[in-house]
């Protein structure tokens, strides 16, 4: 189970850092890749970020050089620090898991969701 947190307003230009937290399952969370989305208003849900169990980042262009994701495996958790937000970033965020890292830019094969946070940038 997934849960995702730190949404909130925030002014243009602002920062916010959003976390995900992984429950205890049966296979350790360092075996899984997770991926960052959001979805606005009237819109499909779009890749943000992922991130490998080696650490390696894959970006959407809408979002390189202002979006970081990492992974803490000893808390569980991933993040998504979020810096130089502009309105077209209001959306709810929502994580996911995944075994493989592949294709991860598309919404099949994450097989875990969180149930979002909102995240609202203010112009």
């Known amino acids: 189970q997934l849960v995702e947190s730190g949404g909130g307003l925030v002014q243009t230009g602002g920062s916010l850092r959003l976390s995900c937290a992984a429950s205890a399952s049966g296979r350790s969370f360092s075996t899984y890749s997770f991926g960052w989305f959001r979805q606005a208003p009237g819109k499909d849900r779009e890749f943000v970020a992922a991130?490998?169990?080696?650490?390696?980042?894959v970006y959407a262009d809408s979002v390189k050089g202002r979006f970081t994701v990492s992974r803490d495996n000893a808390l569980n958790t991933v993040f998504l620090q979020m810096n130089s937000l502009k309105p077209e970033d209001t959306a709810v965020y929502y994580c996911?898991?995944?075994?493989?890292?592949?294709?991860?830019?598309?919404?099949?094969?994450?097989?875990?969701w969180g149930s979002g946070t909102q995240v609202t940038v203010s112009s």
């Open positions: 991130i490998a169990r080696s650490g390696y980042t």
């Open positions: 996911a898991s995944r075994i493989a890292f592949l294709n991860v830019q598309a919404t099949t094969g994450y097989h875990s």
